[in-house]
């Protein structure tokens, strides 16, 4: 073994300033030597001391912490002898040992505060201090100690320079706070126990004084180390005169006393060492001997063996060594003797530390192993020193490490063998700390300490390990050195890591040193154990180069493999190719070699040929492991560095890179099963086992089972399939439930039939490594439960180990937690901040399993917290049912507007409409707000259904919506089918649906309810009889043959109409100037127009002729041309005319009203006086825009030989908009007010008739009809109908308009509304007169109806004048439906032309 160096890996730490002039003051005297020392326990302390002033800093920072300036009794200052760390009821302190002139002072120095706590008077001067109970008053803390010391609040040993050892009580019970060095207690000494000690110690407390026990008589010689070893609870005193005693703790009474081999040393320092599992319960105690204090050059080690009868473990975990045997020297070590090679003469050796390093193996948990008293597993004492020589200024400072397990696989030897140095002794390792030294240089170094954390030993490179790899040589560590100006920190490296850092800076160098290489690598451990007997000479270079390439994969020196790998991937030589495919050839066979392995090892834990996994298997394990992992990271390095390779070349390599992997990891996993217990598997069912183990009768059985319940559940609406543990299965693909078919008694479902079968899904590369992970976790909980004594730890364990996040494992635990029916816990998991968010499919497979399983509200409360997204029409439709199955219709009917689109809206509306009916919340979903679409399916789906109840629901969603007349048609043919059912209950219902519906029939007009009972009866359609019949007739005109020669096209009818313009104008001036004479100084009122939006026009109710806008106005398109052309040329006409032309807003469309203008001169002999008996009409305030009063206008109505145009109220002509909108009742009511007329009033008529004949008709079919009521003897006039111009209707080709698109029947239009007939002679007088009677816009008088009806009725027997209104029906028969009534209609027609 070579020498090893120490690296410095901080430099010089200095302290602050403040500390350096505060020990710097008193530099001068004899009493003034600068020591210090690094406190022991964990609170990372160091002190140092010069005179009466302490200082106090970090032990890794050199941070200041703490000072103090003792002061003395007569202004004399104190000297600090002695420092011990101390620390009590969680408060860090130290134990201060002070020389005065006359005595001495035992200080309790509080860091917290910064000052004496407690201080009491010792006689003689103290020399050492060693802390024996930190615990105050009996407890358990303290039961092996003496019945008398438990009654002590705080024992601390004290020894002085004439061998007096005391044990005083330090009153920890009574810290006042106030106490200092100068105003110290008395100590009351008993020279043997006393029989009360509570009382003596209650009456010293009083008197302000500590009682103290003499443990041992002043000797003569001084103590000069004190050292209390708890694991054989004794005192261990030594002596300036080489001896050595032991005391009992437990008995006050001493062991062993004896002087060292080394004479008459002082003993400077004694540290404790037990090794591992010795059977005859040894333990050993090193004690230094060494003269530095008085300037000799001796130093020496000496190791005794101390025999017990017994070792036990007590309940505080401690383990305790009783009834010693033999105490027997058994090992010496001089450092003077030339056991370290030096450049010159020592002259002068000093001890700097010793200390001794235990590491101890964890047990598994078991009740065996935790009542075991176990031993450590490593055991080194670490020794220091500086060595002066002759000729040289600097000394040289050593640290060797003895391992006292090797000490015994060495056979125990009393000392070095001859010519033997510490760097080739088998259990000693030595470093050379030169290189500190030459950084803190001049200072020297006080104390140095090793981190007891850092002390690690390299990887074997195999199992079992070479035999050096144990060399204490292997072992690694820091440490850090104590100046008087500060800290330096360094670390000590093995040799094992020296030989790997020489393989990293070789790098790719090492082909041209390949021997070399090789035999330091076997010299420091890290080839295989087969090569140890192997001389290197029989080995070719490349097997050579091999071995030193496992051994750099084995340590995990990787920077050595990578440097190599990308310095030949960059060179462009041959060579560098050639190397490239040996390493890339030797690590895939490397892996399959490796893979081999870890079969054979891996097979007996799932045969059930063994019961439980002893060490070496693990470590054959965890050998493979990292072989893998540092070879996948290898084939990383080739994949990235890779530059020509082929396609093929660079698939094959990623596809060795993923096999590599998935080993890997698998192999940890098994690792993990093998540490836990879980394997092997007992494949034996009848040998019981105390472990948690794999259940899989107990699991299929329950699984098995909730499948069966979800199914008798799910009633055919949802997925029996909706565990979550199946759907996590389902996301691994085919390939897992394939692997799990596998095995005997498999089903490809989850649970597997055994743990061989789970953890070979980490072998599938197929399966994202959380989805693995997430399927042993959700087994790991079932385990865990299914076991006696539940425990997490295994899944925190199992987390902790392959770097879970803790948002999956609770994300899991909430699926466990739902599928076992703890629903409230379970979401409260799903809920959690912490918790990873679940994906899409998670989403609806948790909602799913709730609704099945009847948890509705705990769906409805899942959505609301964690809004699942839908991304489709199924997601939605879900979300919908969710809602609804918890009565949430509104935010139903929300969701569904938010999420639906022109293709799925029809399928929305459906799937919502069947949930309502199906829970009953029809009624609730007929409160909401419908747009058009909404309202035609709801009506198609309430339609198709054949419940009673959907019709009956359609029948109440159709009076909301004030659609009276549909609802009177449903409403007749629920009566229908009524008289074939003979159900009372439905009879019941049938009498309570009748009475609103009598209530809405009797506000609507009498021929809607007679159109409405008639559709809704049956129709008998009669078997066909095929018959001949004629030619059918147009009713609308007289059918004369045409002039075959004189046919006229569109364009001269059109003419035609255009050159009859200026005629009608003439007319309607006449008219106007009529109109002025009729009713003068009568005033046209304003019309207050309002336009209603197209969504609110409902439909025209049969028998009202209310047109519709837009896309629901149907005429032929011929007509529309033709009337917009009137209208424009009428509307230049009126321009140019100089008259005012008005634009009116009706409920229907916009009309132009042209105000009439006054007649010129030439009309004045043409124009009608008023008849003094007339009654002017009265006008209306508004106009009426009711549902009723709506009716439907469509044509412009021109009279050949009475007037051009229809006139309007004051004699002007109304347009196409100005025919009246309102109502047929309106109609009615305002012919009921006007005045009756009288004879002379027809004769005035009749008179204008001459001069308006020859103005021509504009025919716009279709035309509604019309029909006038008079209340004169409760008589109804019969609707005639028009007849038409012979000329102009012999060049008009008439045929039926497309109007059978309209909703409503539109044969009704065409039916007569019969009435009572006029006398003959009034009926002719009527037909005369029909060219001059005015149509009147839809409005009432201001006067009450009720007064016009009376005022009619006082006039006695004057009847109001027949008034017509003109049909045309492109339908069917005549209004009036007679032949007679069409020949008398048309003669008198030809009479008037």
Avoid at 986 to 995: G, H, I, Q, T, Y
Wanted: charged share 25%.
């Amino acid at each position: 073994m070579q020498d090893l160096q120490a690296e410095v890996t901080s430099g010089l730490l200095q302290f602050p300033d403040v500390t350096l002039q505060a020990l710097g003051e008193d530099g001068k005297g004899p009493d003034s030597v600068l020591c210090g020392k690094f406190c022991g326990g964990r609170n990372k302390l160091a002190w140092l001391a010069r005179g009466p002033q302490l200082e106090v800093v970090n032990s890794v920072t050199g941070e200041h912490l703490s000072e103090y300036r003792f002061s003395g009794v007569d202004q004399e200052l104190p000297t600090v002898r002695a420092v011990k760390e101390f620390s009590w009821q969680k408060r860090t302190g130290l134990l201060v040992g002070l020389e005065e002139a006359e005595g001495s002072v035992l200080c309790l120095y509080d860091l917290g505060v910064s000052r004496v706590v407690k201080a009491v008077v010792l006689p003689g001067r103290v020399t050492a201090i060693e802390a024996i109970s930190y615990h105050t008053g009996p407890c358990v803390s303290t039961q092996h100690l003496h019945q008398s010391l438990r009654w002590l609040f705080g024992v601390a040993a004290v020894a002085t320079d004439d061998g007096h050892v005391l044990l005083v009580d330090l009153c920890l019970d009574g810290l006042s706070g106030s106490q200092s060095e100068v105003e110290a207690s008395d100590l009351e000494v008993f020279f043997s126990i006393p029989a009360e000690v509570p009382e003596r110690r209650a009456t010293g407390t009083r008197e302000g004084r500590h009682l103290s026990f003499q443990l041992q008589a002043p000797s003569g010689p001084a103590v000069s180390t004190l050292c209390y070893i708890r694991r054989t609870n004794q005192l261990v005193v030594g002596f300036s005169d080489g001896y050595l005693s032991l005391w009992n703790m437990k008995t006050l009474k001493r062991e062993h006393h004896a002087q060292l081999v080394g004479g008459r040393i002082p003993v400077y320092a004694v540290t404790f060492q037990e090794p591992e599992n010795d059977p005859r319960n040894c333990c050993y105690l090193w004690a230094v001997q060494s003269a530095q204090e008085s300037g000799g050059d001796i130093v020496s080690f000496h190791l005794l063996q101390l025999a017990f009868g017994d070792r036990k473990r007590l309940a505080s975990g401690q383990v305790l060594y009783e009834g010693l045997e033999s105490c027997n020297e058994c090992y010496s070590l001089d450092l003077t003797g030339g056991i370290v090679p030096l450049r010159g003469q020592i002259r002068n050796t000093k001890l700097l530390s010793c200390q001794t390093i235990e590491k101890f193996c964890h047990h598994d948990g078991s009740e065996e192993s935790v009542n075991e008293v176990i031993s450590p597993e490593t055991s080194v004492s670490v020794f220091s020193w500086q060595v002066n020589t002759y000729g040289q200024g600097t000394p040289s400072t050593f640290l060797c490490v003895f391992d006292i397990n090797r000490w015994y696989h060495a056979q125990m030897p009393d000392s070095l063998r001859a010519e033997e140095f510490l760097h080739d002794c088998p259990y000693f390792a030595l470093w050379s700390l030169d290189a500190v030294t030459s950084v803190t240089s001049p200072t020297l170094i006080l104390d140095v300490v090793v981190q007891e954390r850092s002390l690690s030993r390299g990887v074997p490179p195999s199992h079992p390990p070479p035999e050096e790899f144990f060399h204490p040589g292997t072992y690694s560590f820091d440490g850090t050195c104590l100046l008087s100006s500060g800290v330096v920190h360094m670390t000590c490296t093995g040799f094992q890591k020296e030989t790997l850092k020489l393989l990293k800076k070789s790098g790719p160098s090492i082909i041209k040193a390949i021997p070399e290489t090789y035999n330091r690598c076997l010299v420091a451990g890290l080839l295989s154990p087969r090569l140890s007997d192997v001389p290197p000479s029989s080995l070719s270079q490349e097997e050579q180069f091999e071995a030193i390439l496992s051994a750099a994969v084995r340590t995990g020196c990787l920077a050595f493999l990578t440097g190599c790998i990308k310095h030949w991937a960059s060179e462009e030589q041959p060579s560098s190719a050639a190397n490239l495919r040996f390493v890339l050839a030797w690590t895939w066979n490397k892996v399959i070699c490796t893979k081999d392995e870890l079969d054979q090892t891996c097979a007996p834990l799932f045969d059930g040929s063994c019961n439980f996994v002893d060490p070496q298997t693990l470590r054959s394990l965890q050998q493979c492991q990292l072989l893998l992992t540092n070879l996948g990271r290898v084939l990383d390095c080739f994949l990235t560095e890779a530059r020509e390779l082929t396609e093929q070349g660079f698939a094959n390599l990623r596809k060795k890179q993923v096999v590599t992997s998935l080993v890997s990891l698998y192999v940890q996993v098994v690792t993990w099963f093998c540490r836990s217990s879980l394997l092997p598997e007992g494949l034996d069912d009848d040998v019981p086992l105390a472990r948690p183990f794999y259940n899989y009768p107990l699991l299929q059985s329950y699984y098995t089972g909730r499948r069966q319940q979800l199914g008798r559940l799910s009633r055919g609406k949802w997925d029996s399939h909706c565990l979550m543990i199946d759907g996590m299965v389902s996301q691994l693909g085919e390939q897992a439930e394939k692997l799990w078919q596998r095995d005997e008694g498999g089903t490809g479902k989850y649970p597997p039939a055994s743990l061989h079968a789970l953890l070979d899904l980490y072998l599938l590369d197929s399966i994202e490594e959380s989805d693995k992970h997430a399927i042993t976790i959700y087994l790991l909980l079932d385990i865990m439960h299914s076991s006696p004594n539940r425990t997490d730890a295994s899944i925190d364990s199992f987390r902790t180990a392959f770097a879970i996040p803790w948002g999956l494992v609770k994300l899991i635990q909430g699926f466990w937690l739902l599928d076992h029916k703890d629903y409230e816990n379970s979401l409260a998991l799903l809920f959690h901040s912490a918790t990873m968010r679940p994906v899409s499919w998670q989403h609806w497979r948790v909602l799913e399993c709730l609704m099945c399983q009847g948890e509705h509200r705990q769906a409805l409360r899942y959505i609301q917290m964690m809004k699942p997204p839908m991304s489709s029409s199924s997601e939605v439709r879900f979300s919908l049912r969710v809602l609804l199955s918890n009565r949430c219709v509104v935010e139903a009917w929300d969701l569904l507007h938010r999420h639906s689109t022109e293709l799925n809206m029809e399928e929305l509306l459906k799937h919502l409409y069947e949930i309502c009916q199906e829970v009953g919340l029809m009624e609730d979903l007929l409160k909401l707000p419908f747009t058009v679409t909404e309202q035609e399916h709801l009506e198609k789906f309430l339609q198709t259904d054949a419940d009673v109840q959907s019709h009956e629901l359609l029948l109440a969603h159709r009076l909301q919506r004030a659609s009276y007349n549909p609802a009177l048609q449903l409403n007749q043919s629920l009566q229908v089918r009524l008289m074939n059912d003979r159900d009372p209950r439905l009879r019941e219902r049938a009498v309570a649906r009748n009475s609103p519906l009598d209530r809405c029939g009797k506000i609507l007009p009498r021929v809607q309810r007679n159109l409405a009972g008639e559709r809704a009866k049956p129709c008998h359609v009669p078997s066909p009889v095929i018959r001949e019949v004629s030619r059918p007739t147009p009713l609308l005109t007289v059918t004369n043959k045409a002039n075959a020669a004189n046919v006229h096209t569109r364009a001269t009818f059109i003419s035609k109409v255009l050159s009859k313009i200026e005629e009608v104008c003439i007319g309607k001036k006449q008219k106007a100037h009529v109109s002025q004479r009729d009713s003068p100084g009568a005033t046209e009122p304003a019309v207050r127009a309002h336009r209603l939006p197209d969504a609110e026009l409902p439909d025209a109710v049969v028998g009202t002729p209310v047109a519709k806008l837009g896309g629901r106005w149907h005429t032929r398109e011929g007509t529309q041309n033709l009337l917009a052309d009137t209208e424009s040329l009428s509307t230049r006409e009126d321009t140019q005319s100089g008259e005012k032309v008005e634009l009116l807003d009706t409920p229907r469309r916009r009309a132009r009203r042209i105000p009439h203008a006054r007649p010129h001169k030439r009309d004045t002999g043409e124009q009608t006086p008023a008849q003094p008996n007339e009654e002017p009409t009265t006008p209306r305030a508004a106009v009426r825009t009711g549902r009723r009063g709506r009716k439907r206008r469509s044509i412009l109505e021109e009279s050949a030989g009475e007037e051009a145009f229809s006139q309007g109220p004051g004699g002007s002509p109304l347009l196409l908009e100005d025919i009246n909108p309102a109502g047929r009742e309106e109609t009615s009511r305002t012919l009921r007010e006007r005045t009756p007329r009288t004879r002379s009033r027809k004769a005035a008529v009749h008179q204008n008739l001459s001069a308006e004949e020859n103005e021509s008709f504009l025919f716009s079919p279709p035309l509604t009809k019309q029909t006038k009521k008079f209340e004169a003897g409760k008589a109804d006039h019969p609707v005639q109908l028009t007849d038409l111009d012979p000329d102009l209707s012999s060049q008009i080709v008439f045929s039926l308009p497309l109007l059978r698109s309209r909703r409503k029947n539109l044969s009704s239009i065409s039916q007569t509304l019969k009435e009572p007939e006029l006398p003959a002679k009034e009926e002719e007088e009527d037909t005369k007169s029909v060219g001059k009677q005015k149509l009147e816009r839809g409005r009432t008088a201001k006067s009450n109806p009720k007064k016009a009806s009376k005022t009619t009725r006082k006039e006695g027997p004057r009847s109001p004048p027949p008034v017509e209104i003109k049909f045309i029906s492109p339908f069917a028969s005549p209004v009036d439906g007679t032949k007679s009534k069409q020949k008398e209609t048309a003669g008198a027609a030809e009479r008037t032309l």
